[in-house]
């Protein structure tokens, strides 16, 4: 069955059809012509003055063309700078006693104006100069800000795909673990194991299911982490100390999605995971107007085992959330990590819109 097309906004429809090379440049030249009208005037009638000035810009349009498509990709893109500069004044050479050319049969019935055209052919050459090169700013302009927004949107498309992938490798240990404490619940027939079955529900279907976005409502993260840390409380039980808690007003803001998983896998995975009797993990958000803090404290254990430091770090990795960062959350965000003999913090503030 045929995918039926995507209906697409007003302003996606707008940015699409301007979008277009056709249409652009024409909006450009459109926007010189009248530039051009409104100061030259119509002293000698429309008509005359327009034909005029469509005139002038035929020409302005050959040399800034011959420059965009062939004098910059040929001399200019490969380095020869020298070459260019020389062919880009011959142009302007060659085209401007055209121009004047055509004027001045244009112009029979205007003595005094042809006069004039000879007495300011200078202005005539300066201005096919100044149009070349203006064309050649506007030109390498342009190719940066494409390079840019070319830039950003790979990636944005590799966050996207880090997201995809962050939430579809729910972490397997923790899956097993948690159904497994749901086993042995099950099997006291503990009045736990229905909340249980509830709580990872709710966090498999917000990875799966509600994360689409670029960004969640705050507080449906905050419900991940309660979720996330009441499940690591039964599976330690009393050999881990473990809290959260939330303060200032979270609803009516929004974040990236899945923002804080990493620092919640690694709290566990590198640290408390690896006591054998007792340890910690503090995690707190706090909102302060704008301001998101959030901050995990795990302990660390006094011999970390071989296995860990034979394994890579799972999830997407603190490299990765740091580029991630960087991206979605540009000079909005400051990330601080300390690490002492027996602990290890992390300090995430992020500026919300």
């Known amino acids: 069955m045929l995918d039926k097309p995507e209906n697409k906004s007003f302003r996606e429809t707008a ?16 926007v010189i012509l009248s530039l051009f009208l409104a100061i030259e005037g119509f002293r000698k009638g429309v008509a005359f003055t327009l034909s005029n000035e469509i005139i002038n810009l035929c020409f302005y349009a050959v040399i800034v063309y011959v420059n965009i498509f062939y004098l910059i990709p040929n001399y200019l893109s490969k380095k020869k700078f020298f070459t260019y500069i020389v062919f880009l004044v011959a ?16 112009w029979e019935a205007y003595p005094e104006d042809q006069n004039i055209l000879y007495l300011d052919q200078s202005l005539y050459y300066a201005s096919s100069l100044v149009a070349a090169g203006a064309s050649t700013i506007l030109k390498i302009i342009g190719d940066w800000l494409r390079h840019q927004r070319e830039k950003q949107e790979l990636e944005t498309r590799n966050v996207q795909s880090e997201l995809k992938f962050l939430k579809s490798q729910i972490n397997p240990h923790f899956l097993f673990n948690t159904l497994n404490s749901i086993y042995a619940l099950s099997l006291k027939k503990s009045d736990k194991a229905p909340e249980i079955v509830v709580k990872l529900s709710e966090m498999l279907r917000y990875m ?53 998983v ?5 709290a566990f995975k590198h640290g408390a995971n690896n006591h054998l009797d007792s ?5 707190s958000l706090d909102v302060q ?3 998101i803090k959030f901050k995990i404290e795990n302990s660390k254990p006094d011999a970390i085992p071989v296995r860990d430091h034979l394994r890579k770090s799972g999830g997407i990795g603190l490299v990765n959330i740091r580029r991630r960062l ?28």
């Open 208 to 260: 799966l299911y509600e994360c689409n976005e670029l960004s969640v409502p705050l507080e449906k993260e905050v419900k991940y982490i309660e979720n996330y840390l009441s499940l690591e409380k039964l599976r330690h039980g009393e050999n881990l100390e473990i809290d959260f808690k939330a303060t200032g007003k979270v609803e009516g803001l929004r974040v990236s999605p899945l923002m804080f």
């Open 326 to 353: 960087n991206i979605l959350y540009y000079n909005q965000h400051e990330l601080k990590i300390e690490e002492k003999p027996d602990s290890y913090t992390v300090h995430l503030d992020l500026l919300i819109d």
């Open 279 to 283: 340890g910690f993990v503090h995690a």
């Open 262 to 266: 990493p620092f919640l896998e690694n």
């Open 289 to 291: 107007e704008q301001t």
């Open 15 to 30: 940015i699409d059809f301007f979008s277009q090379r056709v249409v652009y440049h024409t909006a450009f030249w459109l």
């Open 91 to 106: 142009l302007s050479l060659l085209i401007t006693p055209i121009k004047l050319f055509v004027f001045h049969f244009k």
